[in-house]
């Protein structure tokens, strides 16, 4: 008689196509894949009552821990009144007052709307595609390219695929994209010809993530906002992994001082509970849409679930906690205590180098004499599953070991996590 979970997991091999995962590899008969049950706080456990610290808070989303008391009152309250109706035409309280909420918290003084959909990549495509339309209704047709940064990565619809610059994820779709030129540091974009022609120019603010959680410059951005006024393109700041304190601010836009035309938001939206995005913008943008039916002037795009009720809710208890617990200011110490366990961590012979922005790590692992692994050997991955026998669970890109645990870890647990690293790097490096 076979137990529940080798059932369950028979089941995912026989049916299910999980995503970024080579299915070759999951349903060979030699992979357990963990099936994951509960959760409280920064911990999760499986099938087989195995605990693990959160360590990648279950793919950038959870900030303040599974089973927060408070989300979970606010979905329930909202559940016993209506779980969804349309947006389209029609609107709801909870999707009311968190527009407002956000507008308060991004800028106020310059961002002024609030578009709902379901995920950081409809998001963007929110953005790009008014970008375009807007330009389109104030007789600026032509301008219709983008401008993005090498190794960026926005989100896999077709809009948001069309900026990214990680070849691995969009190149076999580059014919359908739209005109995109890339470039890898400010610098280059005084050297693009025909600057007329763009509508908008997308970055992720202070640290890159699927390029392996790269650091840009201090400073670029607010040079950035300078170019795109001077020459009259759009910024795009996609805010969907860095939003919502993970570098330290509620935004990471705010650590320079600037407002973008856009804020894509979405993972740490509903404090990693329910599917919602949202992308913040101008009254002038909004403006240019308004008109009688006949010009057709409206934005057409729009999805079954924008403004759902239920993770609206969510939503406004998870801006709720960062007022009432004060998580920004007792995160700071723990950034601090992260940014010493890295130091410490840069020592091991397989670490070529640590990056930190606010409470999001990037670990490398190399070769001892600090060149890289062949990416075929898929030792990041293989690290990961390693750390789970020291009970952390995260994941790599490529060789990169991100670290990004819920908010509420505490000490102990941040130095349990970074141990497992250790741990695991030491075990499969030799």
């Not at 599917?275 to 057709?296: C, D, K, W």
Request: charge should be negative; include cysteine; charged fraction near 20%.
């Amino acid at each position: 008689m076979t137990d529940e979970t080798t059932h369950l997991v028979a089941l995912d091999k026989w049916h299910v196509w999980h995503p970024f995962t080579q299915m070759r590899d999951w349903c060979a008969p030699d992979h357990e894949p963990l099936v994951l049950v509960s959760g409280d706080g920064a911990v999760l456990r499986d099938s087989r009552s195995r605990e693990y610290i959160d360590g990648n808070s279950s793919i950038w989303t959870n900030l303040h821990g599974h089973n927060h008391p408070k989300i979970n009152a606010a979905i329930r309250e909202q559940l016993d009144a209506v779980a969804h109706t349309s947006f389209l035409g029609f609107t709801n309280p909870p999707a009311i007052k968190l527009a407002a909420e956000l507008l308060k918290i991004a800028a106020p003084n310059r961002l002024t709307r609030v578009f709902f959909s379901d995920d950081g990549s409809t998001a963007i495509e929110v953005a790009i595609k008014m970008s375009v339309q807007y330009f389109q209704l104030i007789g600026q047709p032509h301008r219709n390219r983008f401008v993005a940064f090498a190794n960026a990565y926005h989100g896999d619809t077709l809009g948001a695929a069309s900026l990214g610059g990680v070849g691995i994820f969009h190149d076999r779709f580059a014919s359908h994209c739209f005109p995109v030129e890339r470039v890898t540091s400010i610098d280059e974009l005084n050297e693009l010809e025909n600057s007329e022609t763009f509508a908008a120019v997308a970055i992720e603010p202070l640290i890159q993530g699927a390029a392996g959680m790269k650091l840009w410059p201090r400073r670029m951005l607010a040079k950035l906002r300078s170019w795109c006024d001077a020459h009259g393109v759009l910024l795009i700041c996609d805010e969907v992994m860095t939003g919502f304190g993970r570098t330290g601010t509620m935004f990471a836009s705010l650590q320079e001082n600037i407002a973008p035309d856009f804020l894509a938001l979405a993972k740490g939206l509903t404090g990693g509970y329910m599917p919602l995005a949202a992308t913040l913008t101008t009254e002038r943008i909004f403006e240019a849409f308004l008109g009688e039916a006949h010009e057709q002037k409206t934005f057409y795009y729009g999805h079954s679930y924008a403004g759902n009720q239920l993770a609206c809710a969510a939503a406004l208890a998870n801006l709720a906690i960062f007022r009432d617990e004060n998580v920004l200011e007792n995160l700071q110490p723990k950034i601090a205590l992260l940014s010493e366990l890295l130091n410490n961590l840069q020592q091991h012979k397989n670490v070529s180098e640590t990056r930190q922005c606010g409470f999001i790590a990037g670990i490398d692992v190399a070769r001892s004499d600090g060149s890289p692994f062949d990416w075929t050997e898929l030792i990041g991955a293989r690290v990961c599953v390693a750390a789970r026998k020291h009970g952390l669970l995260t994941r790599a890109i490529r060789d990169t070991i991100v670290l990004m645990p819920p908010y509420c870890i505490t000490a102990e647990q941040l130095c349990r996590a970074v141990a497992a690293i250790e741990q695991a790097i030491t075990e499969i490096c030799g």
